[in-house]
């Protein structure tokens, strides 16, 4: 059964970082694309960031390069979105999606792109 799990969201201070993880049970996450999305209340999903399977290139959207990192642990099946300087707006539920399609940048934010998604987790940026 294919799952993807999220963990490590909460609430922390603007400034503050949190690390998110994704694990996978089912399927092994290094033959996938694997992205991060996110949704606000009263807002579409929104890309975040994005690994390829076929060469390892990551995509961010503008908001957050400079500030959030995407790893992988492939010996763990696992990864990891690194959220620094984070701002109230990116309060909202995060999720990782896998896909074994081939994306580029004008694809990896489509969210018709992915098979597979996780269960979301909430991160939640205030003082």
């Known amino acids: 059964q294919v799952q993807l799990v999220e963990s490590g969201g909460g609430l922390v201070q603007p400034g503050g970082s949190l690390r998110l993880s994704c694990a996978a049970s089912g399927f092994t996450l290094a033959y996938y694309a694997i992205g991060w999305f996110r949704q606000a209340p009263g807002k579409e999903r929104e890309g975040v960031s994005c690994?390829?399977?076929?060469?390892?290139?990551?995509y961010y959207v503008d908001s957050v390069k400079g500030r959030f990192t995407f790893s992988r642990d492939n010996e763990k099946n696992t990864v990891y979105l690194q959220m620094n300087r984070l701002k109230p707006e990116d309060t909202a539920v995060y999720y990782c999606?896998?896909?074994?399609?081939?994306?580029?940048?004008?694809?990896?934010?489509?969210?018709?792109?992915?098979?597979?998604w996780g269960q979301g987790t909430q991160v939640t940026v205030s003082s």
């Open positions: 999606a896998a896909t074994n399609r081939r994306l580029y940048g004008s694809t990896w934010d489509d969210v018709d792109e992915y098979d597979y």
């Open positions: 690994i390829s399977s076929s060469d390892g290139s990551t």
